[in-house]
């Protein structure tokens, strides 16, 4: 059995910054690309950055130059460091894992359970 922790989430003002986690835990084989999502009220879940096991990284627009992710390959952990925070960057934040249990298994999308960002004007 497998499972994702979120932490860091929270209340911050406008030009703020936070640092979210996720760890992963479990019988894991392999974790190839680890991502951050977010889905703000009433909208579509949307991908906010996400690494390779390499370390090449991917931006989404609206956050470049303010938002790094990173990862420890060995604590089975990704982060995001959010910086400059925006109200619009309010929203619930999810990792996602490309993870392996076993194997011989086809690599599958995991995820956590959210953390609330919330950023005030």
């Known amino acids: 059995q497998v499972q994702l922790v979120e932490s860091g989430g929270g209340l911050v003002q406008t030009g703020g910054s936070l640092r979210l986690s996720c760890a992963a835990s479990?019988?894991?084989?392999?974790?190839?690309?680890m991502g951050w999502y977010r889905q703000a009220s009433g909208k579509e879940r949307e991908l906010v950055a996400d690494i390779s096991h390499n370390g090449i990284t991917n931006y989404a627009d609206a956050v470049k130059g303010r938002f790094s992710i990173t990862r420890d390959n060995a604590k089975n952990t990704v982060y995001l460091q959010m910086n400059s925070l925006k109200p619009e960057d309010t929203a619930v934040y999810y990792c996602n894992l490309n993870m392996k249990l076993v194997p011989w298994q086809a690599f599958n999308k995991y995820w956590g359970q959210g953390t609330q960002v919330t950023v005030s004007s």
């Open positions: 479990g019988s894991i084989f392999s974790i190839n690309v």
